[in-house]
């Protein structure tokens, strides 16, 4: 048996990140699980449970649905939610910074560094452990910074660095 916790690592998220996973634990708990256990009891009631559709349906999404509550109470009860807002007006980059860079090309890119729960690439929300977040945080305006892409080693220069204004954000 081991003396170490089974999770030492923290989950950094944002205060609007920590709300969407908690606002989905809460769905899932209170809304579609008691649903779905409503449909299975009805199903089972209505004979042989091996034709039942519903009841095959029925019992396969429970099994995911209490997957996902599992998941989701795990990364809430480590959660460690940042108040990025604190930072102000600096000009250099911790998590929950919204940063604008322009790569070698001249093209201009800004991503928003969340945690690992939120990261979306698609909006521009990248996890505070992806390479180009590794590489900005810490750096300031005006640095120039070297990114680890597919294509090799690329020189990035970092433009604006923005917090949100309050932990609402």
């Known amino acids: 048996m081991s003396d170490t916790p089974a999770t030492t690592i923290k989950n950094y998220l944002t205060p609007t990140g920590y709300a969407q996973l908690r606002a989905e634990w809460q769905q899932l708990m209170d809304v579609e699980r008691p649903k779905i256990v409503e449909t299975i009891h009805w199903a089972a009631k209505n004979g042989d449970r091996s ?29 460690e939610v940042v108040d990025a807002s604190i930072h102000g007006a600096s000009e250099q980059i911790f998590f929950g910074a919204t940063v604008t860079y322009v790569d070698e090309s001249g093209e201009e890119r800004t991503v928003h560094i969340v945690g690992i729960d939120e990261a979306d690439s698609l909006a521009g929300q990248v996890s505070w452990i992806s390479p180009i977040a590794k590489a900005l945080l810490k750096n300031k305006v005006g640095d120039a910074v070297r990114l680890m892409t597919p294509s090799g080693v690329q020189e990035v220069e970092i433009l604006r660095v923005v917090y949100p204004s309050s932990a609402h954000a």
Request: glycine share 6%.
């Open 51 to 79: 034709e039942n559709g519903d009841y095959i349906y029925g019992k396969r999404r429970l099994r995911e649905i209490d997957r996902r509550i599992q998941f989701l109470t795990k990364r809430l009860e480590i959660a």
